[in-house]
């Protein structure tokens, strides 16, 4: 099993940032991946940013040129910096972790709200 915290999120003014953090702790193997989704309300959950343990990056389109994901792996920690935010980025954001043939975990999420 693995555990999620996530921490950051909140009301952010448009064209303002965000930062999100999330710790993973638990039965940690190596070859990962961790990263976030969101998901708005009668959306799909989608793709922000996921990175692995070995350094490859995939950033979702409507994220990208506005997202920079960096991961820890000495702390199991991901973060998520997004700017230029717009009121279309107002969703729940779910951290995730993923291990190859050993499962796939989710946090309990975090509101993002952009709004004036």
């Known amino acids: 099993q693995v555990q999620l915290v996530e921490s950051g999120g909140g009301l952010v003014q448009p064209g303002g940032s965000l930062r999100l953090s999330c710790a993973a702790s638990?039965?940690?193997?190596?070859?990962?991946?961790m990263g976030w989704y969101r998901q708005a309300p009668g959306k799909q959950r989608e793709l922000v940013a996921v990175?692995?343990?070995?350094?490859?990056?995939s950033i979702g389109g409507s994220a990208k040129g506005r997202a920079t994901i960096s991961m820890d792996d000495a702390k199991y920690m991901v973060y998520l910096q997004m700017n230029s935010l717009k009121p279309e980025d107002t969703a729940v954001y779910y951290c995730?972790?993923?291990?190859?043939?050993?499962?796939?975990?989710w946090g309990q999420g975090t509101q993002v709200t952009v709004s004036s």
């Open positions: 995730n972790f993923r291990q190859s043939g050993r499962g796939d975990y």
């Open positions: 638990g039965s940690i193997f190596s070859g990962y991946s």
């Open positions: 990175i692995t343990s070995g350094g490859i990056l």
